[in-house]
Every structure is written in C-alpha cells, then in structure tokens.
C-alpha cells in the first residue's frame, strides 16, 4: 500500500502550523520512537515499537504492539480500523485520516496536540530537598555523612 504521511507540528508564537510529508510504500507500516519505525514520532512517551498499520481487505487497521496502548473518544483499545470520522490518539499526537490525491490509498496526519512541554522545570518545582540542597547546610550533613561512611 502507498501511504501519504503527514506530520503537523503546531506553532505556538504565530498560531500556524508547519507539516512536513513523507510517502511510504509498505504492506506493514511500524510506528514508534525507535530507529526501526516506518513512522518515528519523537516523544519519550511511545514505545519504542509503539504500533503497526496493516491493510486488512481494504481496511487500514492500526494494531498496538505489546504493552502499548491506543485511545479512542477516552477508552483504551489494542486495535481499530482507522476512517475519516475517528480521531485515535498515540500517546500524545492524534491520528487522523484524511481525504488522500490519487497517487496513494490513504493519507494519514499525526498532529502533536499534548507536548511535553519544560520537564526539568517541572520536576525542579515538585522535588523539595532543604537538607541536601546546594547550600551551607547540604555541604554540612553531606560532609558528615562521606565521613562516617569511610
């Protein structure tokens, strides 16, 4: 099967969208983070061989391998036919299908919706340590504690 992929990534200072295309020929097409993944979609939340789209008598179906997970309208699913009136979600990007030109079957759009957004800022705000913070006190007891372990 030849596929039109379309990857849409928002803007967020101009409010537009930037989309970058790729064509694949393959009966099975694997989408992951991983370097073996027809589709890669760079998110620490995908699997590494997140899931599969195979064409089953005229159907795109879209299988999730192993552990991984699909969403749709709020329930988890492992496998589903994809079509135009269904928005399946892969972790953080949604899939959708969308009307396809005449030089390929299907035309599939992953559009990154939830991002991670800043992580380490994050974390930083929700971890509290005073005793072994970067202050005289930390040095202190952490001092104390290279001591008595030698």
Do not use: C
Not at 11 to 19: I, Y
Not at 102 to 111: D, K, R, V
Not at 131 to 143: A, E
Request: hydrophobic share 40%; charged share 25%; no cysteine.
């Amino acid at each position: 099967m030849r596929v039109t992929i379309i990857h849409r990534l928002q803007r967020t200072r101009r409010e537009g969208f930037v989309d970058r295309s790729e064509f694949i020929e393959s009966d099975t097409i694997r989408i992951g983070r991983g370097s073996k993944a027809d589709i890669r979609l760079e998110d620490s939340r995908l699997l590494l061989r997140h899931a599969v789209i195979k064409n089953i008598d005229g159907r795109l179906v879209i299988i999730a391998e192993g552990p991984a997970e699909l969403s749709l309208d709020g329930r988890t699913v492992k496998e589903l036919t994809i079509s135009n009136d269904r928005d399946i979600w892969i972790g953080p990007y949604k899939l959708s299908l969308l009307e396809h030109p005449s030089n390929t079957e299907f035309t599939i759009m992953f559009e990154l919706l939830r991002p991670l957004g800043n992580t380490k800022k994050a974390i930083t705000e929700n971890i509290y340590t005073p005793i072994l913070s970067n202050t005289r006190n930390g040095w202190l007891i952490g001092s104390i504690i290279s001591i008595l372990i030698l």
